[in-house]
């Protein structure tokens, strides 16, 4: 799965999993263009590889700011060149807001819908256009087993992550006669940063349901983006992918 010459963006991939992602990416050689409101982890982490650490456009900015996002593409357009690969992997629950709906906040819904499903539809509506034209493209999104299996103090999350999954199979049917593939991933437990913040009860609870017994890697789910990413899988569209060590099963 080579990747050389392809230009690769990665929302939100300053740490956790979109770091990981871009590593990979960058480590099977792609140039990888990365927005996050924190770009410090994936810097301090590329230090050791300045080679990769040159193919790697790094910008700090709110993914949920419009005119940000669009700055932002049009400064990989101009420094990089157009975009091959999209993982629309920016997103997150309420955390430590989170909790049962019935006692839930508006806000705090419009908050999760924003970050969680807006923001994927903003950047695959930016670069589709170019990918169509171009006759070539692969949009990886990122939704949640959630979403699949309905956990109590995540309704607005498993919202805005089916509505993840829903966009996939539009977008992916619109633009296959074009070459560009559209698919989604929905990791279950992962170790990451953010994946602390839930409350204990919630991640207690989620690990006890997996088959496999323990909580995955940013890496698990790094390999399964860069294989939808990549030529290899261009009969692929459409498709939800669960990472999640068995907890549900399609």
């Known amino acids: 799965m080579g990747f050389d010459q392809r230009i690769a963006v990665v929302t939100g991939g300053g740490q956790g999993i979109g770091a990981a992602a871009a590593l990979d990416l960058l480590d099977k050689g792609a ?18 590889h300045p080679d990769m650490a040159a193919r790697c456009l790094r910008v700090p900015g709110d993914c949920t700011d419009a005119a940000v996002v669009s700055a932002f593409f049009g400064q990989v357009e101009e420094d990089i060149g157009p975009v091959d690969i999209l993982f629309n992997n ?5 955390r430590e807001r989170g909790g049962l709906f019935v006692e839930s906040q508006e806000t705090v819904w419009r908050f999760v819908l924003e970050v969680s499903l807006l923001t994927t539809m903003r950047a695959s509506r930016r670069i589709a256009p170019g990918m169509k034209a171009r006759g070539f493209g692969r949009i990886v ?9 309905g956990d109590v103090g995540l309704a607005d999350y498993a919202a805005a992550k089916m509505g993840v ?13 074009h070459g560009v593939t559209v698919n989604a991933v929905c990791p279950g437990a992962i170790r990451t940063r953010a994946h602390d913040k839930l409350k204990p009860e919630v991640l207690k609870r989620i690990v006890a349901d997996t088959p496999a017994g323990f909580v995955g890697s940013p890496q698990d789910v790094a390999a399964a983006v860069r294989f939808l990413a990549s030529e290899e899988a261009r009969f692929i569209t459409g498709q939800t992918l669960l990472i999640d060590g068995g907890r549900w099963m399609l």
């Open 165 to 177: 999954v829903g966009f996939t199979r539009s977008l992916a049917r619109e633009l296959a006669p």
């Open 141 to 149: 999104n990122m939704s949640t087993d959630a979403a699949f299996a």
């Open 31 to 48: 140039r990888v263009a990365v927005l996050d409101l924190d770009c410090a982890p994936l810097t301090q982490q590329l230090a050791a």
């Open 90 to 94: 920016v997103g997150q629950s309420a």
